[in-house]
T-cell receptor, first 116, second 116 residues
Framework: GAVVSQHPSRVICKSGTSVKIECRSL??????MFWYRQFPKKSLMLMAT?????????EQGVEKDKFLINHASLTLSTLTVTSAHPEDSSFYIC????????????FGPGTRLTVL | AQTVTQSQPEMSVQEAETVTLSCTYD???????LFWYKQPPSRQMILVIR??????QNATENRFSVNFQKAAKSFSLKISDSQLGDTAMYFC?????????????FGTGTRLQVTL
């Protein structure tokens, strides 16, 4: 099956710094990837849709200047949390649609961000 | 906008027993997909089962089956012969197919605990 990886799996940073999270489709190409945020014991909240070769589409209420998304190639999307603050601490998950029918999305293992 | 409701925050079932998780959704669309995803303690999202709205037959995957009632907008998940490894958070999700940018809308989740 299709595999999506994320790096790093955990990151701790100081308040005010920026953190980059990578999402890769390992054995398939993805022109679109999705970024989610998940708070403890809560559901996944879609933050943005990452589009290869064009600007990301952000969901309402998501600050595009704080959460920078770059879809540099058909297998890589990055999420950069700029000027991170403790309230940005969360679990971030990416997904990518598979090439086959059925509209299945394949999820990365997630990245836990802690901002001190 | 579509909404997905899971009215059971937590459920418990004994090993080898059967449990049903509820999900209702609201949409004006006629063509869509419904999914159940499992998120174990590792937090990796795993697809459990998928249902196309145009199919009247309920989807089945081994011990997992759904009861899809399109008119009632209900999509429950039945887990038979529950196993300890089924302990996880279960999310119901809705997707309106729009090509590669098809988004998932998740419910709030049901935490399932399988006990001895």
């Amino acid at each position: 099956g299709a595999v999506v990886s994320q790096h790093p799996s955990r990151v701790i940073c100081k308040s005010g710094t920026s953190v980059k999270i990578e999402c890769r489709s390992l054995d398939f190409q993805a022109t679109t990837m999705f970024w989610y945020r998940q708070f403890p014991k809560k559901s996944l909240m879609l933050m943005a849709t990452s589009n290869e070769g064009s600007k990301a589409t952000y969901e309402q209420g998501v600050e595009k200047d704080k959460f920078l998304i770059n879809h540099a190639s058909l297998t890589l999307s990055t999420l950069t949390v700029t000027s991170a603050h403790p309230e940005d601490s969360s679990f971030y998950i990416c997904s990518a649609p598979g090439a086959g029918g059925g509209n299945e999305q394949f999820f990365g293992p997630g990245t836990r961000l802690t901002v001190l | 906008a579509q909404t997905v409701t899971q009215s059971q925050p937590e459920m418990s079932v004994q090993e080898a027993e059967t449990v049903t998780l509820s999900c209702t959704y609201d949409t004006s669309e006629n063509n869509y997909y419904l999914f159940w995803y499992k998120q174990p303690p590792s937090r990796q999202m795993i697809l459990v089962i998928r249902q196309e709205a145009y199919k009247q037959q309920n989807a089945t995957e081994n011990r997992f089956s759904v009861n899809f009632q399109k008119a009632a907008k209900s999509f429950s998940l039945k887990i038979s012969d529950s196993q300890l490894g089924d302990t996880a958070m279960y999310f119901c999700a809705f997707m309106k197919p729009t090509g590669t940018a098809s988004k998932l809308t998740f419910g709030t989740g049901t935490r399932l605990q399988v006990t001895l």
